[in-house]
């Protein structure tokens, strides 16, 4: 029984690592102005909606990081 939890979490924890890079190079696309969020035909309006999804990416990144520490693999 152990041991099937270890596999479950050590394949959970490389999942949430995978994610988690995948998020990291989202939110660098989007620093550096590549991402389709960037692109002038965001109208104003919308800039406080892309913010306010910038930040909950950056939160869902910690919370994922936070995930796989505490698996201690």
Same mark, same amino acid.
């Given at each position: 029984?152990?041991?099937?939890?270890?596999?479950?979490?050590?394949?959970?924890?490389? #999942?949430?690592?995978?994610? $988690? =890079? +995948?998020?990291?190079?989202?939110?660098?696309?989007?620093?550096?102005? &590549?991402?389709?969020?960037?692109?002038?035909?965001?109208?104003? #309006?919308?800039?406080?909606? $892309? =913010? +306010?999804?910038?930040?909950?990416?950056?939160?869902?990144?910690?919370? &994922?990081?936070?995930?796989?520490?505490?698996?201690?693999?």
């Amino acid at each position: 029984m152990l041991k099937a939890r270890n596999t479950a979490m050590r394949e959970l924890a490389c #999942e949430l690592m995978s994610e $988690v =890079e +995948s998020l990291k190079l989202a939110t660098q696309f989007h620093e550096a102005g &590549k991402c389709a969020l960037n692109e002038s035909d965001v109208v104003l #309006e919308d800039v406080d909606a $892309v =913010e +306010s999804r910038h930040e909950e990416m950056e939160e869902e990144v910690d919370d &994922k990081l936070l995930t796989v520490m505490e698996l201690d693999i």
